[in-house]
């Protein structure tokens, strides 16, 4: 029943504006990313990767370059650690059990210095009508609190499409000034948060307690010993 209600979402005419705007700004910022491995995990299994994506795991491995689509839990991924260069959550903590388990999992088999990508439904935007058929929002603050623990930083965070809830083609067409005015006027109530993170990978270094043999001074014409560290 959810997936169906996913698939029908992501064929309406403004559940395929929407993901037309996610991979325009997820290809403007992997542009220039070298990247050899990616994860795209979504719910509804039919989302396309996006042309940069793709183009890019072409670019770096023109010979054994393979897109393959497979079914699996967000909070239980089936991989080791450090594997993908780019890890992309489109729209998984909506419907995830434990929304940080699938997040701390998507962090884990990344790579060091590899992209964590969430796609998220902004729970401040204006799409009330969408509740029950976008299953939990989160706001921008709370995508961070989930990030928080993690090794790395947030490199990239953004809400993106501003029209309303509508799913009449010739509104959708009208409103589309509303995309500028809602940067300008009120960037924190789009539909959609975009949130890149960064994963940094800290070494640990083997601290050594230093020793200083104690040594002889003359303090008033008596012998004393003395320690320093």
Known sequence: MEKN???????SPLGRRVLR?????????????????????????ITPLPEQIVS?????????????????????LPF????????????????ADCPLTAVTEGHRVCAPDGLLIL???N???????ARAKLGKR???????????????????????????????????DRLKPLEWIGRVLWPAFGAVNVTIFKKHVVPLNTLHTAFVAPKLVL???????????
């Open 5 to 11: 209600c996913s698939q029908a979402w992501t064929q």
């Open 21 to 45: 705007a996610e991979q325009q700004i997820l290809q403007q910022f992997l542009a220039d990313r070298w990247v050899e491995s990616a994860l795209w995990l979504n719910e509804s299994a």
């Open 56 to 76: 890019c795991v072409k670019r770096a491995t023109p010979t054994k370059t393979s897109c393959t689509d497979c079914v699996m839990q967000s909070d239980t």
């Open 80 to 95: 080791t650690h450090d594997v993908f260069d780019v890890v992309c959550l489109q729209h998984m903590l909506e419907t």
């Open 119 to 121: 796609l998220t439904y």
């Open 123 to 129: 729970r401040c935007s204006l799409w009330q009508m």
């Open 138 to 172: 989160f706001c921008g603050w709370q995508v961070r609190k989930f990030l928080q623990p993690l090794s790395g930083e947030i490199v990239f965070h953004q809400t993106i499409f501003y029209r309303p809830y509508c799913q009449r083609e010739s509104w959708l």
């Open 219 to 229: 303090d008033n014409g008596i012998l004393k010993y003395t320690q320093s560290t």
